[in-house]
């Protein structure tokens, strides 16, 4: 099935994601994310921001929710892509399953974040996992800072990593953090053979 995407389309609901972001309750020890889950013809089959309907809400599950509970069957998600304001978690400490899993067992096979976990609560890695899993993952570098401000309370303490690690609940510096080089789309084809557009990532 041929999807509607473009970086004109990306740049749009990955903004849409940003914008969810902002309704988050605040929080002093979770990121404020928001997601956008959009189906082949553009229409939105789900939509959802941290913490919105319960505190151990991730805004990915609460989009995955809605669209399941609207009726998204595996095929429809397979040609939709989830846009999330940061990348989706490989681990997490509110509930077993992490929003990496969840994307890659609904069927979706196409994601658009706005930049990569640091690892502060826990360590990323969403992305490597759900393209391990066959999921295209992009990154539009250029909206990363709008999607960080909403969390600038949170990514201060990056700032000081070492005075952090003594009590066991600071982030713990990584110095192999991947870093998202702002560079310059790629057009390529993904493993399901759509056209999808991917930023240099390391
Ligand atoms: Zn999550």
Avoid at 31 to 45: E, I, K, N, R, W
Avoid at 127 to 145: D, I, Q, S
């Amino acid at each position: 099935m041929a999807q509607l995407t473009s970086p004109e389309a990306d740049r749009h609901w990955l903004l849409e994601a940003i914008g969810l972001s902002r309704q988050c309750p605040p929080s002093a020890t979770a990121f404020s994310v928001g997601a956008v889950l959009v189906g082949p013809d553009g229409t939105v089959l789900g939509y959802g921001y941290s913490r919105e309907l319960d505190p151990a809400d991730h805004a990915e599950e609460v989009a995955l929710a809605r669209a399941a509970s609207a009726g998204a069957d595996p095929g429809l998600l397979a040609g939709s892509t989830l846009y999330s304001s940061l990348e989706p978690c490989a681990a997490r400490a509110s509930r077993p399953v992490p929003c990496a899993d969840l994307i890659v067992s609904s069927g979706i096979r196409r994601v658009v974040i706005a930049w990569r976990e640091p690892p502060i609560f826990v360590p990323g890695g969403g992305a490597v996992r759900m393209r391990r899993a066959g999921v295209a993952v992009a990154v539009v570098p250029e909206l990363a800072a709008a999607a960080k401000a909403i969390n600038a309370h949170l990514l201060a303490d990056l700032a000081v990593p070492a005075a952090r690690q003594h009590d066991g609940r600071g982030p713990r510096w990584c110095p192999d953090w991947p870093v998202i080089r702002s560079g310059t789309h790629t057009s390529v084809t993904s493993l399901t053979g759509w056209p999808v557009t991917v930023a240099t990532v390391r």
